[in-house]
C-alpha cells in the first residue's frame, strides 16, 4: 500500500536560515507524484511545488526547492532564507499513477515548522 | 479569480445527526475531491466527483456520500454523525481529472465540524 512518512513533528530553524523538511515515500507504482502543501493555522492547505516521478531534475519554486531521491525514496522540502510567515504544518503527500486521471492524495502526517525572529 | 469557497465555516451538531457541507471550486476548474482532517493528523480522501458522477472513493462508509452539480459546485451529506466525525473536512478542485498537466489541487479553507 502507498505511504508517506514525516519524521519530524516539529521543527524550530532562526530566521533567514534554511531548513529541510524530510520525507519519505512507499510505492510499488513507477508512475506517482509528490507534493508539498504548506498548512497555516487558518487551515487552507497552500500548495507548495511538484516532482514527478520522471522528472529528471529537482523541482523548485522560489525559496522552496525538492531534493528527489528516487533510489532512496525520499522527497525532502528545502525551505531557504525563512521567514516568519513560514511557521506553519508541512505536509508531504503523493499521488499516483503520474498524468493519470484517478488522483487523490495520500498525505503523511505533517511537520510543524516554527521560525524564530 | 475566485478561490475554491467552502460553507458554513464552522458546524456543530449532535451525535446522530446529518450534515450537508457545500463547496464551490475554483472558476474553470470541473473535479472536486473531499478530505478529512482529524486534528493532529493528514488530510484523508473522502472521494471524489467529475462529471457530477463519484469517480473514485477512499475507504469511508456509506455514511459518507456526495454530490456534484452542473455547475461543479459539490455537497459533502454525513448520516447517523458519530464522535469520530469530528474533523476539519477539506474541499480542492482540480481541472479535468488528472491529467498531465491538471496535477495541482487548490484546496478551500474547510469546514469544522464538532459532534456532540
Known amino acids: 500500500a502507498q505511504k508517506i512518512t514525516q519524521t519530524q513533528p516539529g521543527m524550530f530553524v532562526q530566521e533567514k536560515e534554511a531548513v529541510t523538511l524530510d520525507c519519505t515515500y512507499d510505492t510499488s507504482d513507477p508512475s506517482y507524484g509528490l507534493f508539498w502543501y504548506k498548512q497555516p493555522s487558518s487551515g487552507e492547505m497552500i500548495f507548495l511545488i511538484y516532482q514527478g516521478s520522471y522528472d529528471q531534475q529537482n523541482a523548485t519554486e522560489g525559496r522552496y526547492s525538492l531534493n528527489f531521491q528516487k533510489a532512496r525514496k525520499s522527497a525532502n522540502l528545502v525551505i531557504s532564507a525563512s521567514q516568519l510567515g513560514d511557521s506553519a504544518m508541512y505536509f508531504c503527500a503523493m499521488r499516483e499513477p503520474y498524468g493519470g486521471s484517478q488522483g487523490n492524495l495520500i498525505f503523511g502526517k505533517g511537520t510543524k515548522l516554527s521560525v524564530k525572529p | 479569480d475566485a478561490g475554491v469557497t467552502q460553507s458554513p465555516t464552522h458546524l456543530i451538531k449532535t451525535r446522530g445527526q446529518q450534515v450537508t457541507l457545500r463547496c464551490s471550486p475554483k472558476s474553470g476548474h470541473d473535479t472536486v475531491s473531499w478530505y478529512q482532517q482529524a486534528l493532529g493528523q493528514g488530510p484523508q480522501f473522502i472521494f471524489q466527483y467529475y462529471e457530477e458522477e463519484e469517480r473514485q472513493r477512499g475507504n469511508f462508509p456509506d455514511r459518507f456520500s456526495g454530490h456534484q452539480f452542473p455547475n461543479y459546485s459539490s455537497e459533502l451529506n454525513v448520516n447517523a454523525l458519530l464522535l469520530g466525525d469530528s474533523a476539519l473536512y477539506l474541499c480542492?478542485?482540480?481541472?479535468?481529472?488528472?491529467?498531465?498537466?491538471?496535477?495541482?489541487?487548490?484546496f478551500g479553507p474547510g469546514t469544522r465540524l464538532t459532534v456532540t
Open positions: 480542492a478542485s482540480s481541472l479535468g481529472g488528472w491529467g498531465l498537466y491538471s496535477y495541482e489541487q487548490y
